[in-house]
């Protein structure tokens, strides 16, 4: 496959190519000669221009409305035809300034609304622009991680289990390859794929055996493949157009809301169709009676509350981001506020993931294990081997090269020293032993130079152990590798010694469980002969008799901040239970350290799972009892989450390989891994951590009840306000009073209230305490018997005190135009207060600093201000009929609204709701 030749059958293609193509018909030869690539990959400049003539590789992105398209989806509304046919009928009665004024109003709702929606779609694709979707590539003979745009035709990449396919492929080379295709086929069945194959060149997509398609992913194996189409020169690339045309689905959240508001509507509508019949048989004018309700109507439905809880929540989303959360699920946001328990992976998670090897033990006799200590730290290559402080013995250090060799070899990830220190890509484990061959003095580049690999077993979370087989160079130059060949071995010591010869098992894992139980992670490395045969066909089998070279001892610190978050989690009601494939005795030495386990009562294995299968009943009672998992399989992940959801727990997961993905999918709350997961997790996953950090989930939890907190804060603002609206005219109206407000007044409050102060709310902080409130019910309604009382106790005393306000100005001989103008100065002065008592449920309005939100004391003074200039201003003035008002009046008009402050204060006091309630 080395160098480059002219290009001749397909040319590269690009997005003006169509996604028909015969790469599967070719031979591979003639595809890499075709593509003028070779297995070295392209040049760093080549691939520059090749992106230069076909483009980053990139699908079409669903569109996203501008801001005219928001604009106009303002008017979508059936309250909004209300007040266009208000306008139309002022026009037909010649009352130009109420039209002209609905209008305004009109255009500045929907600017507020296109504007917040605007805001809210700028912050999700802020979000999306953070996931990245990545590639390696071998780019000037290196292995490099691209990101997935940065892919051309000709690239060389490599695949491992759970990656998503960033561009269609033809495969060079694969083994135990399965494909899921369903996306672009709509077959749930996994694909085998062949990659040494010449098809037909008639065959369909689904039917290409030796190629890998944008947007797939691969299952299962490890892959190699040339990169044949890019971005809408792919198969997917033919539906792209179509997919990035549609609208997404309103989440669950918002639909709830919506609904919540129609409900509220209807009741609103059937209560001002009793009003507007009542004003009819008192003799008003029809005109004048119809204004007013439509009027009403649009003040006292929340309409908007979708559109502000949708902000309130890509607020939150924002403050999550800089807790190093990554929201892909807006109602994930809120969630998390019901979340009672974590099950939580420990490498990387609650550990540093810098794996190092610290400790070895070499076997002796067959039995006897001789403690070798490696020193240096994370993956800095400075370091040597001793043994209690004394130099090797020549034996020793034989034994460690013999070691450190085999697990280089056994190896797929790479390490490079450059000035700017070790530059490694690949997996943990796979590192710490390129590290440890470094410290021995192991020249990787010769052993790989001398040793040819013929075949791998790549590591699979099932299996729990990888193998390489090798020949020497010059034996296979020579021909002699044809009968045999040397298979290196690493993973689990209890899977790794059964497969060994002339040893004693049962003190060589004992050796391994002691270290396992000062915290290491271990593991065996082994090597021995077998067939050439047994070594291309990648039998498992036939590893046996083999050599076992020492028993290896990692350390993966535990962070230093999850100690503190998993206390707080337990402040918060929050249990944590630690999920892991590694050994009971390093995930309990781990828990011990962070708190959550004391002795091995409180792990399971996955074996003692597998044990209690047949009993569904006693398998409840020990996952609800175990603190740790142990040796867990991905598959029992799942199992784990189910038992946990039938005892009423509310489950968030984390996880980051392909086999995650189902109990990602099954938790109430499913997070992945930003820089270790792979594709597929992050796929399943609700919510990604940036860091890999348990850390980061707390705080996601307490941002996730802070945004909770703030959807209730304004769905009992903007209910309140319109109730109290409803019950002064309903109270007006059986007094027999005249309309107690006009309809550009309604209006006019409606937008003073809901125009700017509502918003401002989904800005407040965190109450004290938050972390330390038990988790909410999850089958809690956002709209409770806390929220109903509170609702009801603000609206009918706002609306109660406006009327009898209104009454008494008229009694004291006011102009229905005087009584007017303060009664709605009275109204809006409630809604002020009524704003600022709502940024609490349980705390007094006196212990809520004005500086855990400035947004809204300036909405709060903003809108008041509007209100007062109102009054100075020609023609506003006119319309909406008000007139400055007397300090004199503007003060005990304030006095009674600040009263509402001492009413909900005395609710707060006296309710009798438990803490946990709300």
């Given at each position: 496959?080395?160098?480059?030749?002219?290009?001749?059958g397909?040319?590269?293609?690009?997005?003006?190519?169509?996604?028909?193509g015969a790469?599967?018909?070719?031979?591979?030869?003639?595809?890499?000669?075709a593509?003028?690539?070779?297995?070295?990959?392209?040049?760093?400049?080549?691939?520059?221009?090749?992106?230069?003539?076909?483009?980053p590789?990139?699908?079409?992105?669903?569109?996203?409305?501008?801001?005219?398209?928001?604009?106009?989806?303002?008017?979508?509304?059936?309250?909004?035809?209300?007040?266009?046919?208000?306008?139309l009928?002022s026009?037909?009665?010649?009352?130009?300034?109420?039209?002209?004024f609905?209008?305004?109003?009109?255009q500045?709702n929907?600017?507020?609304?296109?504007?917040?929606?605007?805001?809210?779609?700028?912050?999700?694709?802020?979000?999306?622009?953070?996931i990245?979707?990545?590639?390696?590539?071998?780019?000037?003979g290196?292995?490099?991680?691209?990101?997935?745009?940065?892919?051309?035709?000709?690239?060389?990449?490599?695949?491992?289990?759970?990656?998503?396919i960033?561009?269609?492929?033809?495969?060079?080379?694969?083994?135990?390859l399965?494909?899921?295709?369903?996306l672009?086929?709509?077959?749930?069945?996994?694909?085998g794929?062949?990659?040494?194959?010449?098809?037909?060149?008639d065959?369909?997509?689904?039917?290409?055996?030796?190629?890998?398609?944008?947007?797939?992913?691969?299952?299962?194996?490890r892959?190699?493949?040339?990169?044949v189409?890019?971005?809408?020169?792919?198969?997917?690339?033919?539906?792209?157009?179509?997919?990035?045309e549609?609208?997404?689905?309103?989440?669950?959240?918002?639909?709830?809301?919506e609904?919540?508001?129609?409900?509220?509507?209807?009741?609103?509508?059937?209560?001002?169709?009793?009003?507007?019949?009542v004003?009819?048989?008192?003799?008003?004018?029809?005109?004048t009676?119809?204004?007013?309700a439509?009027?009403?109507?649009?003040?006292?439905i929340?309409?908007?509350?979708?559109?502000?809880?949708?902000?309130?929540?890509?607020?939150?989303t924002?403050?999550?981001?800089?807790?190093?959360?990554?929201?892909?699920?807006?109602?994930?946001?809120?969630?998390?506020?019901?979340?009672?328990?974590?099950a939580?992976d420990?490498t990387?998670?609650?550990?540093?993931?810098?794996?190092?090897?610290?400790?070895?033990?070499?076997?002796?006799?067959?039995?006897?294990?001789?403690?070798?200590?490696?020193?240096?730290?994370?993956y800095?290559t400075?370091?040597a081997?001793?043994?209690d402080?004394a130099?090797?013995?020549?034996a020793?250090?034989?034994?460690?090269?013999?070691?450190?060799?085999?697990?280089?070899?056994?190896n797929?990830?790479?390490?490079?020293?450059?000035?700017?220190g070790?530059?490694?890509?690949?997996?943990?484990?796979?590192?710490?032993f390129?590290?440890?061959?470094?410290?021995?003095?192991?020249?990787?580049?010769?052993?790989?130079?001398?040793?040819?690999?013929?075949?791998?077993i790549?590591?699979?979370?099932?299996?729990?152990?990888?193998?390489?087989?090798?020949?020497?160079?010059?034996?296979?130059t020579?021909?002699?590798?044809?009968?045999?060949?040397?298979a290196?071995?690493?993973?689990?010591a209890?899977?790794?010694?059964?497969r060994c010869?002339?040893?004693d098992?049962?003190?060589?894992?004992a050796?391994?469980?002691?270290?396992?139980?000062?915290?290491?992670r271990?593991?065996?490395?082994?090597?021995?002969a077998?067939?050439?045969?047994?070594?291309?066909?990648r039998d498992?089998g036939?590893?046996?008799?083999?050599e076992?070279?020492?028993?290896?001892?990692?350390?993966?610190?535990?962070?230093?901040?999850?100690?503190?978050?998993?206390?707080?989690?337990?402040?918060?009601?929050?249990s944590?239970?630690?999920?892991?494939?590694?050994h009971?005795?390093?995930?309990l030495?781990?828990a011990?350290?962070?708190?959550?386990a004391?002795?091995?009562?409180?792990?399971?294995?996955?074996r003692?799972?597998q044990s209690?299968?047949?009993?569904?009943?006693?398998?409840?009672?020990r996952?609800?009892?175990?603190?740790?998992?142990?040796?867990?399989e991905?598959i029992?992940?799942?199992?784990?989450?189910?038992?946990?959801?039938?005892?009423?727990?509310v489950?968030?997961?984390?996880?980051?390989?392909?086999?995650?993905a189902?109990?990602l999918?099954?938790?109430?709350?499913?997070v992945?891994?930003?820089r270790?997961?792979?594709?597929?997790?992050?796929?399943a996953?609700?919510l990604?951590?940036?860091?890999d950090?348990?850390?980061?989930?707390?705080?996601?939890?307490e941002?996730?009840?802070?945004?909770?907190?703030?959807?209730?804060?304004?769905?009992?603002?903007?209910?309140?306000?319109?109730?109290?609206?409803?019950?002064?005219?309903?109270?007006?109206?059986l007094?027999?009073?005249?309309?107690?407000?006009?309809a550009?007044?309604?209006?006019?409050?409606?937008?003073?209230?809901?125009?700017?102060?509502d918003?401002?709310?989904?800005?407040?902080?965190?109450?004290?305490?938050?972390?330390?409130?038990?988790?909410?019910p999850?089958?809690q309604?956002l709209f409770?018997?806390?929220?109903?009382?509170?609702?009801l106790?603000a609206?009918?005393?706002?609306?109660a005190v406006?009327?009898?306000?209104?009454?008494w100005?008229?009694?004291?001989?006011?102009?229905e135009t005087?009584?007017?103008?303060?009664?709605?100065?009275?109204m809006?002065?409630?809604e002020?207060?009524?704003?600022?008592?709502?940024?609490?449920?349980?705390?007094?309005?006196f212990?809520?600093?004005?500086?855990?939100?400035w947004?809204l004391v300036?909405?709060?003074?903003?809108?008041?201000?509007?209100?007062?200039?109102a009054?100075?201003?020609?023609?506003?003035?006119?319309?909406?009929?008000?007139?400055?008002?007397?300090?004199?009046?503007?003060?005990?008009?304030?006095?009674?609204?600040?009263?509402?402050?001492?009413?909900?204060?005395?609710?707060?006091?006296?309710?009798?709701?438990?803490?946990?309630?709300?």
């Amino acid at each position: 496959m080395e160098g480059r030749a002219a290009a001749s059958g397909p040319q590269p293609r690009g997005p003006d190519d169509g996604a028909a193509g015969a790469w599967h018909a070719l031979p591979v030869e003639a595809v890499l000669s075709a593509l003028e690539a070779s297995d070295g990959g392209l040049t760093a400049a080549e691939a520059r221009r090749r992106r230069d003539r076909f483009g980053p590789n990139r699908l079409p992105r669903p569109r996203r409305p501008g801001v005219l398209r928001l604009y106009l989806r303002q008017f979508k509304n059936p309250l909004v035809y209300l007040l266009l046919l208000a306008t139309l009928v002022s026009l037909g009665v010649g009352e130009l300034a109420d039209a002209l004024f609905i209008f305004l109003v009109l255009q500045f709702n929907a600017a507020i609304g296109a504007l917040q929606e605007w805001k809210a779609q700028r912050s999700a694709a802020a979000l999306d622009a953070l996931i990245r979707d990545v590639a390696v590539a071998r780019r000037d003979g290196v292995w490099v991680e691209l990101d997935a745009p940065e892919l051309v035709p000709g690239d060389i990449v490599k695949l491992e289990t759970g990656a998503r396919i960033a561009a269609d492929l033809r495969l060079l080379d694969g083994q135990e390859l399965l494909a899921d295709e369903s996306l672009l086929t709509g077959e749930s069945v996994p694909v085998g794929k062949m990659p040494g194959e010449t098809l037909p060149q008639d065959l369909p997509a689904a039917e290409r055996r030796n190629q890998l398609f944008a947007g797939t992913t691969l299952l299962s194996g490890r892959a190699l493949g040339v990169v044949v189409g890019t971005g809408r020169a792919t198969e997917i690339g033919r539906i792209a157009q179509a997919l990035a045309e549609g609208e997404g689905e309103a989440p669950p959240l918002i639909r709830r809301l919506e609904h919540f508001g129609r409900v509220i509507g209807i009741a609103t509508l059937a209560m001002i169709l009793v009003l507007a019949t009542v004003q009819i048989l008192q003799g008003l004018p029809l005109i004048t009676v119809f204004l007013v309700a439509v009027a009403l109507a649009v003040a006292a439905i929340p309409e908007g509350l979708p559109v502000a809880i949708t902000v309130a929540l890509a607020i939150a989303t924002n403050r999550m981001l800089r807790r190093k959360v990554i929201v892909r699920a807006l109602p994930a946001v809120e969630g998390l506020g019901a979340c009672t328990v974590i099950a939580t992976d420990k490498t990387g998670t609650l550990t540093q993931n810098e794996l190092t090897v610290k400790r070895l033990l070499l076997i002796e006799d067959g039995a006897r294990p001789l403690r070798i200590d490696i020193s240096g730290s994370g993956y800095q290559t400075e370091g040597a081997a001793s043994r209690d402080g004394a130099p090797l013995t020549d034996a020793m250090a034989a034994g460690l090269d013999a070691l450190g060799a085999s697990a280089a070899l056994c190896n797929e990830a790479s390490l490079r020293l450059t000035d700017d220190g070790p530059v490694h890509l690949g997996d943990t484990v796979d590192v710490a032993f390129l590290v440890l061959a470094a410290k021995l003095g192991i020249d990787q580049e010769a052993l790989r130079r001398d040793q040819r690999i013929l075949a791998r077993i790549p590591y699979e979370p099932q299996q729990r152990f990888a193998a390489a087989y090798t020949a020497t160079t010059a034996a296979y130059t020579a021909g002699a590798a044809e009968d045999r060949a040397m298979a290196h071995l690493k993973g689990a010591a209890e899977v790794i010694l059964p497969r060994c010869r002339d040893i004693d098992q049962e003190q060589v894992m004992a050796a391994a469980d002691r270290l396992a139980a000062d915290g290491f992670r271990v593991l065996a490395v082994a090597r021995g002969a077998v067939s050439a045969e047994a070594a291309l066909s990648r039998d498992a089998g036939a590893l046996r008799g083999l050599e076992l070279l020492g028993i290896v001892g990692l350390i993966d610190p535990v962070r230093p901040e999850v100690p503190a978050a998993v206390a707080a989690c337990g402040g918060a009601g929050i249990s944590v239970r630690m999920v892991t494939g590694d050994h009971p005795q390093t995930a309990l030495a781990i828990a011990r350290e962070l708190g959550l386990a004391s002795d091995m009562a409180e792990v399971l294995t996955g074996r003692d799972l597998q044990s209690l299968e047949a009993t569904p009943a006693a398998f409840d009672r020990r996952v609800a009892q175990a603190r740790v998992f142990a040796r867990v399989e991905p598959i029992q992940k799942l199992a784990i989450v189910d038992s946990l959801h039938r005892a009423g727990e509310v489950v968030a997961v984390t996880g980051d390989g392909v086999n995650d993905a189902p109990a990602l999918s099954a938790a109430a709350i499913g997070v992945a891994m930003g820089r270790g997961g792979t594709d597929v997790a992050r796929g399943a996953a609700d919510l990604i951590l940036a860091d890999d950090n348990f850390a980061s989930i707390v705080g996601g939890i307490e941002e996730g009840r802070v945004a909770y907190d703030n959807v209730r804060k304004l769905i009992y603002l903007l209910i309140t306000t319109g109730l109290g609206e409803i019950v002064l005219f309903l109270l007006a109206i059986l007094a027999g009073l005249p309309v107690p407000l006009f309809a550009a007044q309604l209006l006019w409050l409606n937008l003073v209230t809901n125009g700017i102060q509502d918003v401002a709310l989904a800005f407040e902080k965190g109450e004290p305490g938050i972390l330390k409130r038990r988790p909410r019910p999850p089958s809690q309604a956002l709209f409770d018997r806390r929220m109903v009382a509170q609702v009801l106790v603000a609206g009918i005393y706002m609306g109660a005190v406006g009327f009898a306000f209104f009454f008494w100005c008229l009694e004291r001989g006011l102009s229905e135009t005087e009584a007017r103008n303060l009664l709605l100065l009275l109204m809006v002065m409630f809604e002020n207060v009524q704003a600022m008592n709502a940024r609490s449920e349980r705390r007094s309005i006196f212990r809520v600093a004005l500086s855990a939100n400035w947004f809204l004391v300036a909405a709060v003074a903003g809108a008041h201000g509007l209100h007062l200039l109102a009054g100075f201003t020609p023609g506003l003035a006119e319309v909406l009929d008000v007139r400055p008002t007397a300090l004199a009046d503007w003060a005990l008009v304030g006095g009674l609204a600040l009263s509402l402050i001492l009413v909900m204060e005395l609710y707060k006091r006296l309710a009798p709701w438990p803490e946990s309630d709300g």
